[in-house]
């Protein structure tokens, strides 16, 4: 039985912050992803990811995040535009991303492997596919990212589950005991153009579970400069003020570790409505995989 236990999350100590801590972090999270679009079939994706923290700097810690396993509709990329995408996505893992206590992400310490190794999965995929009208698409959307450092951390803030993840939930608890708060989380509904702004109201349950877990909840809606139209256009700005607001809910909830506040699970939905069929639903869990952790003691 499920049972809450009594113990209160906050007293008058010092580790009453929610200041998460990755000392001697390793962790293999499990992750799925439902993508429901109007007038197309749902889409299930799935995949692992490994997270170990490699140092420990003044107010930020550099992590690798590695990604395995991935899955398009419960079946390994077995189609010639799902291969591409598979392989292209994966040139950035291993990503060492330096991040802020807060999870903000600040740099890709490794970009110059990365863009090493960009230029030999390019070559690979020429000689297989021999300069497709695909693979070219590709290249081209590719190529000026890999030449920028700062528009490639832009990219990956659209990645699911780094955008989940590192996420503005961790604060002083002074923020959340006796009321709510408000906070915006960017979800890259979206695709191919900047996350969407959702104002979400952050409430801290007062007691750990009986897993010894802090559970943080979030339930609000879009709220977004950019009007319908020009997120169906995939457009990062704002062209018609005019036009009415964008209609869209997001509901999560987090389990972070009690004593690290480190994330151990994340369910969340989110939700969207634009013209020209681009509305969407997406359903998003992330858990912590402890049997895979036994690869770490090896």
């Not at 579970?209 to 879009?222: C, N």
């Not at 709220?223 to 009415?244: A, G, M, V």
């Not at 869209?248 to 969340?268: E, P, R, V, W």
Request: glycine share 2%.
């Amino acid at each position: 039985m499920n049972r809450r236990s009594k113990k209160r999350v906050f007293s008058n100590s010092h580790n009453n912050l929610l200041e998460v801590d990755f000392l001697d972090f390793k962790r293999y999270y499990g992750t799925t992803i439902l993508i429901e679009k109007e007038g197309t079939d749902p889409q299930h994706l799935s995949y692992e990811n490994k997270i170990i923290c490699k140092q420990k700097r003044h107010n930020s810690w550099l992590l690798e995040v590695d990604r395995k396993n991935l899955r398009v509709n419960h079946e390994m990329p077995n189609n010639t535009m799902d291969y591409i995408a598979y392989a292209c996505g994966q040139v950035l893992y291993p990503m060492q991303i330096l991040v802020t206590n807060q999870l903000n992400i600040e740099s890709i310490e490794n970009f110059a492997d990365i863009q090493k190794k960009w230029i030999n999965v390019k070559n690979s995929l020429q000689e297989k596919y021999d300069k497709t009208s695909l693979l070219n698409n590709y290249f081209k959307v590719m190529d000026p990212y890999m030449k920028n450092l700062e528009a490639m951390i832009e990219v990956i803030k659209r990645d699911f589950f780094l955008a989940s993840y590192c996420s503005p939930i961790h604060g002083k608890p002074y923020d959340f005991i006796y009321n709510s708060s408000d906070v915006y989380m960017k979800i890259p509904i979206v695709p191919n153009t900047k996350p969407v702004n959702y104002k979400v109201t952050q409430k801290v349950r007062s007691t750990f579970t009986s897993f010894g877990t802090i559970t943080i909840e979030h339930e609000g809606a879009v709220l977004e400069e950019r009007t319908p139209y020009d997120l169906s256009i995939r457009s990062n700005q704002s062209l018609n003020k005019r036009e009415e607001n964008v209609q869209g809910k997001l509901k999560s909830t987090y389990q972070l570790d009690k004593d690290t506040k480190t994330i151990s699970s994340i369910i969340a939905n989110y939700d969207i409505i634009l013209p020209n069929n681009e509305s969407r639903k997406i359903s998003f869990k992330t858990f912590h995989l402890a049997e895979r952790d036994k690869e770490f003691l090896s």
